[in-house]
């Protein structure tokens, strides 16, 4: 099993939509990270949070340290969201990131 | 500032022969890191850094080998390409060792023959 799970693996909606994109953890951690790959490749960080939840735009993340669950939650999905969505765990003994396999996301007009 | 630079953006190999990749940043990053990203796979850790003159292997490093002679600069060295190594890589950096977000660049799309 990997210690960073990522679920859904695709995600198509339609423009709109709320979305969730969970990632769970086995290990222990500091903190996580969401990222989002562009089509054309490039990876962008959008959040890192250790507690809590943090927001920014129509993108809201949220973590639950005691169940070891994360999820990334868009508002008011756009085409330009479709993206592949991904998740690292940093790993609390090592500091390394341990990362998700990602969320394929397409947002129909 | 440009951020982190990769080159180059795409390369073909033939088995057995040797590449390097190259990897900037001008961010005065101590931490840096190389990836590669296989379909259905999630980032894999190949050689990271925590400054000039320190290495360290990741997840797979087999095959690859990198230097750090200064801060702006970490090369991927590919010694005897193989089909195998036919992947995605990305460049990253950071200010500490994960503690931060990390910055990518653009990566290289190598394909071995």
């Known amino acids: 099993k990997n210690e960073v799970e990522q679920s859904p693996q695709n995600l198509t909606a339609q423009e709109g939509e709320f979305i969730t994109i969970n990632c769970s953890y086995s290990?222990?951690?500091?903190?996580l990270h969401w990222l989002q790959q562009h089509p054309g490749g490039g990876i962008v960080s959008l959040f890192m949070l250790s507690s809590g939840k943090k927001k920014h735009g129509r993108l809201i993340a949220t973590i639950n340290i005691q169940e070891k669950h994360s999820s990334l939650h868009i508002t008011a999905s756009h085409p330009r969201d479709s993206a592949v969505y991904i998740c690292?765990?940093?790993?609390?003994?090592?500091?390394?990131?341990?990362w998700g396999a990602g969320t394929k996301l397409i947002i129909k007009p | 500032n440009a951020g982190v630079t990769q080159t180059p953006k795409f390369q073909v190999l033939k088995t057995g022969q040797s590449m390097t990749l190259q990897c900037a940043q001008d961010?005065?990053?101590?931490?840096m890191s190389w990836y590669r990203q296989d379909p259905g796979m999630g980032l894999r850790l190949i050689h990271y850094s925590v400054g000039a003159g320190i290495t360290d292997q990741g997840e797979v490093p087999n095959g690859y080998n990198v230097s750090r002679s200064t801060t702006e600069d970490f090369p991927l060295r590919l010694l005897s390409a193989a089909p195998s190594q036919t992947s995605v890589y990305f460049c990253?950096?950071?200010?500490?060792?994960?503690?931060?977000?990390?910055?990518f660049g653009d990566g290289t799309r190598l394909s071995i023959l």
């Open positions: 961010m005065n990053h101590e931490y």
């Open positions: 290990v222990g951690i500091s903190a």
């Open positions: 990253a950096s950071s200010l500490m060792t994960g503690r931060q977000p990390q910055h």
């Open positions: 690292a765990a940093r790993r609390d003994s090592n500091y390394q990131l341990i």
